[in-house]
């Protein structure tokens, strides 16, 4: 039978929401309560048998008694292993918005190109303003501001990119 609400709260309150064998506290993890003597070696539902407990470390600990918790070599290779996938994972998903936001600047600098003749756009602009502007403004946003600054302002290249900043940095303070 599992263990009611209010005493699972009596138990969260008393140890002050925080996991008792490592320390994390909510939102970083979920909180459980864990049986100090567990229930498969008699342990009871009484308050005092009760802990507070994180989700991994409650299912680290298991039904083993606190004089046999330490983690195995294996289980510690396989969350490093675990860690070192979702790093390869988030890292190519951070290469693949970086390919996106330079085909979008590449966009957005044959606007210019092509309003400019014989003048693009520098890697250091680009790098420096455009993409941290595709960053915080919709794709088309951008692509709009810098045709509105290259017409506004006929042949004038260097004002063109003045005023499309300045829209730009306008849009970010707006939002």
Known sequence: MSLSKKVRFEVFKRDKF??????????NVVLEVDHILPKSKQGKDDIDNLIT????????KSNNLLTSIPR??????????E???QLKEYNKILKRRMNNLKKQSNKISDIYNKHFEGFELSEYFINTSLIPFLKKIPFENVKEYMQI???????KEDAAIK?????CWRSIKND
Do not use: H, V, W
């Open 18 to 27: 925080t996991c008792q064998y490592c320390g994390s506290t909510p939102p």
């Open 53 to 60: 407990s994180c989700f991994n470390c409650n299912r680290g």
């Open 163 to 167: 005023y499309f900043c300045g829209i």
């Open 149 to 155: 600054a290259c017409l506004r302002l006929g042949r």
């Open 72 to 81: 195995t070599i294996k289980e510690k290779s396989d969350k490093e292993e």
């Open 83 to 85: 860690k070192l996938m």
